[in-house]
């Protein structure tokens, strides 16, 4: 009969991670592999391994690839909206429609391989769009009517705060993609000094009217 191991000598038993902490492991390889090789390019079998957990444990915290991807992507530019409304909360709306300016652009520039990849992701194919689509634009939306709420408080009316934050963000998505396609400082800088010259502006105009 074999002599029992004494408790000194037992090999501690590592204690399993925590549900939220896998999916967490997950989240960061696949953000980490679908950044550098595309949706297309990425394997189940790749996250699993960067991650260190088994292939069914990917399939059973996020049910699918396209599932993962979508909570990736979500992920990925979460940085790029929550930091706005974090730190402009308080501030009055004559200063915070140009605050958003800023932090915008710094989390943009902070960010510029993410959103190469997102762009990638969308060019890639259209069931990639589709599946991108809701989450960007819902992020999207968010940023209009922060927008929206600020020239409200500097007494516009609905319809005008409408169509001046679908202007001014239209113009950041310009400047955003222009700035991807021809990186010089000096255009961009005249594409950001003409931005917040329109917006002056038009709030100048209606103020003055």
Do not use: C
């Amino acid at each position: 009969m074999p002599k029992p191991v004494p408790a000194a000598k037992r090999t501690p038993t590592r204690p399993r991670p925590r549900k939220g902490e896998t999916q967490e492991r997950i989240l960061r390889a696949s953000i980490e592999l679908f950044a550098t090789h595309g949706y297309e390019r990425t394997s189940i079998s790749a996250i699993a391994s960067r991650a260190e957990v088994s292939r069914p444990a990917v399939f059973w915290h996020f049910g699918d690839k396209e599932s993962l991807f979508r909570e990736a992507f979500r992920r990925m530019l979460l940085p790029l909206f929550g930091e706005i409304q974090r730190k402009l909360a308080h501030i009055e709306p004559s200063k915070r429609v140009f605050e958003i300016f800023d932090v915008y652009e710094r989390v943009v520039h902070e960010n510029r391989e993410t959103i190469i990849s997102i762009v990638r992701w969308f060019l890639e194919s259209e069931p990639l769009r589709t599946s991108l689509r809701e989450t960007l634009f819902g992020l999207h939306d968010e940023l209009m009517r922060d927008f929206r709420t600020a020239f409200e408080e500097m007494s516009l009316g609905a319809q005008e705060a409408d169509a001046l934050s679908a202007a001014v963000v239209s113009m950041l998505d310009g400047n955003l993609l222009l700035s991807l396609l021809d990186p010089d400082p000096q255009k961009h800088e005249r594409r950001r000094a003409g931005l917040r010259r329109f917006t002056e502006r038009a709030l100048r105009a209606r103020h003055d009217g």
